[in-house]
């Protein structure tokens, strides 16, 4: 469900407050898509050290503070942000390596 109301539409604290939650319901949707991606890209590494990806998670990391910064948010924050989110998602994958290893 997409915001009713622009920011500057918004005439009180509950309404502000009402557009923001439909906004994290939908970013909360989009990482669980996300994940759903995140566990079907197992499917096509073999070890620990294609799941690390070392290279390609810090190009991740770079990238999405650049986006954050261009949309004028804080460059760090949305790097650390996605630091941990990578972190969690390269745990869940190492996860589901080794049920596939054992398997």
């Given at each position: 469900?997409?915001?009713?109301?622009?920011?500057?539409?918004?005439?009180g604290k509950?309404?502000?407050?009402?557009?923001?939650?439909?906004?994290?319901?939908?970013?909360?949707?989009?990482?669980?898509?996300?994940?759903?991606?995140?566990?079907?890209?197992?499917?096509?590494?073999?070890?620990?050290?294609?799941?690390?990806?070392?290279?390609?998670?810090?190009?991740?990391?770079?990238?999405?503070?650049?986006?954050?910064?261009?949309?004028?948010?804080?460059?760090?924050?949305?790097?650390?942000?996605?630091?941990?989110?990578?972190?969690?998602?390269?745990?869940?994958?190492?996860?589901?390596?080794?049920?596939?290893?054992?398997?």
């Open positions: 469900m997409k915001p009713a109301k622009t920011p500057s539409e918004c005439t509950e309404e502000i407050r009402e557009q923001i939650d439909c906004i994290d319901q939908e970013i909360i949707a989009l990482f669980g898509l996300r994940f759903q991606y995140v566990n079907e890209i197992v499917k096509y590494k073999k070890d620990v050290e294609s799941v690390i990806a070392q290279h390609r998670k810090d190009h991740v990391i770079k990238v999405r503070g650049e986006w954050a910064e261009k949309h004028g948010l804080d460059k760090d924050t949305f790097e650390q942000i996605y630091r941990f989110l990578v972190d969690h998602n390269i745990g869940k994958e190492l996860e589901i390596l080794e049920k596939k290893l054992i398997g």
